[in-house]
Every structure is written in structure tokens, then in C-alpha cells.
């Protein structure tokens, strides 16, 4: 990454969040009694992710990330994965609380990342964080996925939070669409009726992979940060999520 987009992206995530931050604590207020009253149990939800991708590997030569806590509003029953482990949420899952429902749907239960910003663990814009494990093995099955983290820190948002659902399926008018063929199980293997979880984050690949590439040159990094910026709220306002 360049010198001059790593300290002009800092200054964007620091005013960033300083703004989002005291623009929306009224909703904070807001949000934290909605989710008091509609579910007993802590307001934020405080989960482990992988941040960016370090130069060492493990003694077994898996990649190694950077780890942190994020923080989000809780939009799940209590102890949702105390049974499961960790599963990631489908479509109607009842685990997600009716308050959960809306804020998932217009991205609220992100607002607290904005903390996860301004102290730098995080940015506004960058790939989505997963957690640890599921990242190294979503690097193992997946060619180059590990890249998409290189010397770039997690984002609230990104270019395929901006660009496809909440899941990661691109919208009717994608041009992703015309590539999921060979995206998604190119070699025709059968999986039974069970979904592959590596499917939809070989999606956000082709989006995350381009946005890495535009930080080797300024003029089209913040081109490219500024088009996401804007095109954010845009996303919130449809309510396009899960």
C-alpha cells in the first residue's frame, strides 16, 4: 500500500468516525433500549475477528491474521451459539431477535464499529472481518482469499457490502451474475442439498480482490473509497439485507 493512501485513508476513517459517531448517538440511545426490551440479555454483542493478514504462518503453514473484538448491537437470542457453536445465519433464522430483523436489514447493528475505527482496529472501508477460523479455512479453500486482507485493515463497509445483499448474492441487474458459473462449483461436483459456505465468499471475492489492487495507485484509491462512501447510506436506506 502506498505511503500516501495509508495516511489519507487513516484521516478518512479518523473523521469518519468522529462524525458517525456524534451523528448517531442519538440513535445509539434508540437502538440500546429497542434491543433491551425486546430480548433480555447484553445490548452489544462483542465477537473475536481476524483483522489483516501478517508476513508469518503458523508451524503448519497456514496463514496467520491479526485478531481483534468487534463490536456490534446484539441482534441475536442470548447464548444464540451456545448449543451450535459457531454457524452463521441464514434466511428466517430464529435465532435473530425482531429487533435484530430491522437492524440487520438497514445495517444498524454495525454502527458500533465505528469505535473499532477510531481506536484502528478497523476502517470504514475494506473487506468484511470474519472470524479467525473460519478464515483460515476459507483461505485453505478458497485460491488467493487470504489476499484480500494484505497490509488492509477490515471495513464497516466495502465494495461488496455495496454491491451485492447482505449474504452476498449479487442483485438481478449484477454483472456478477455472469460470472457465477464460473465462480461458484465450476466443475459441477454434487454437494447434496447442503449449501457450500466457501460459495458466497468466492462473490465478494471478485469485489474485495479489485479494491486491495485500486490502493497501488491514489487517484484511483480514493476514486474508489469515496464511490463506496457515498453509495453506503444509499444500501442503508433500501434496506437490502437478510
Do not use: C
Not at 27 to 33: C, D, E
Amino acid at each position: 500500500m502506498l505511503k500516501s493512501v495509508r495516511i489519507a485513508k487513516r484521516l478518512i476513517d479518523m473523521l469518519g468516525s468522529l462524525v458517525g459517531l456524534g451523528l448517531s448517538a442519538p440513535l445509539f440511545a434508540l437502538i440500546a433500549a429497542a434491543v433491551y426490551l425486546d430480548s433480555p440479555g447484553p445490548v452489544f454483542y462483542r465477537q473475536r475477528r481476524a483483522g489483516r493478514l501478517r508476513d508469518s504462518r503458523t508451524d503448519t503453514g497456514d496463514p496467520q491474521f491479526e485478531e481483534f473484538d468487534m463490536f456490534k448491537f446484539r441482534t441475536m437470542v442470548r447464548d444464540a451459539e451456545k448449543l451450535t457453536g459457531a454457524v452463521l445465519a441464514a434466511k428466517g433464522d430464529p435465532r435473530i431477535t425482531r429487533v435484530g430483523r430491522y437492524l440487520r436489514r438497514f445495517r444498524l447493528d454495525e454502527l458500533p464499529q465505528l469505535w473499532n475505527v477510531l481506536v484502528g482496529d478497523m476502517s470504514i472501508v475494506g473487506p468484511r472481518p470474519e472470524r479467525p477460523e473460519r478464515q483460515v479455512n476459507l483461505a485453505l479453500a478458497i485460491p488467493f482469499f487470504e489476499e484480500r486482507m494484505r497490509e488492509v485493515k477490515p471495513g464497516i463497509t466495502g465494495l461488496a457490502q455495496v454491491s451485492l445483499g447482505y449474504s452476498g448474492q449479487p442483485f438481478d441487474d449484477s454483472p456478477a451474475l455472469k460470472l457465477m458459473h464460473q465462480v461458484i462449483n465450476p466443475f459441477e461436483l454434487d454437494y447434496g442439498d447442503s449449501e457450500v459456505e466457501a460459495d458466497d465468499m468466492r462473490v465478494k471475492l471478485l469485489y474485495d480482490l479489485p479494491y486491495v489492487a485500486s490502493m497501488e495507485r491514489f487517484s484511483s484509491f480514493i476514486a474508489l473509497e469515496l464511490l463506496i462512501l457515498v453509495r453506503t447510506p444509499l444500501v442503508m436506506l433500501k434496506g437490502i439485507g437478510r
